[in-house]
């Protein structure tokens, strides 16, 4: 909650949730559409601040009320040209994303850093088990 209230205070912007993830050391913050102007303001001001502030890298997603929109937000500047909800025979939900071949890298991040925070908010928020990059 703290996270959230500095946030808030430096950026104006509004926060929906909050994941401190001590595995990348990173805090990531998942704000109010149409709000992302003010988390990253101006050449980046607002979010270097909060990074100094927190000692930590800090990485910002735009909430969106659709999964599909979601998924788009989470894996921006990757180019999502589509997305497959479905179930698996164990009865999960996974959703299949198809992005641009040469965003792939981008989409999956370094040792699976971004599918990874990918799939843990994708669970958080939408009760996908799985999120696979095609």
């Not at 949730?17 to 102007?37: A, L, Q, S, Y």
């Not at 601040?49 to 998924?71: N, S």
């Not at 997305?83 to 164990?90: D, G, L, Q, W, Y």
């Amino acid at each position: 909650m703290r996270y959230i209230a500095l946030l808030e205070n430096l950026t104006g912007a509004i926060a929906k949730d909050c994941i401190v993830d001590d595995e990348e050391n990173r805090i990531i913050f998942v704000i109010r559409p149409g709000d992302m102007g003010l988390a990253i303001g101006k050449s980046g001001s607002n979010i270097e601040r909060t990074r100094k502030v927190i000692g930590r890298a800090v990485e910002i997603v735009e909430y969106a009320e659709t999964p599909e929109e979601y998924l788009k937000n989470i894996l921006s500047p990757a180019k999502v040209r589509g997305v497959r909800i479905t179930k698996n025979s164990e009865g999960q939900t996974v959703a299949h994303v198809t992005v641009d071949p040469r965003d792939k890298g981008m989409a999956i991040g370094k040792n699976g850093k971004n599918i990874n925070k990918t799939r843990l908010l994708m669970k958080r928020h939408f009760d996908i088990e799985n999120v696979n990059i095609v």
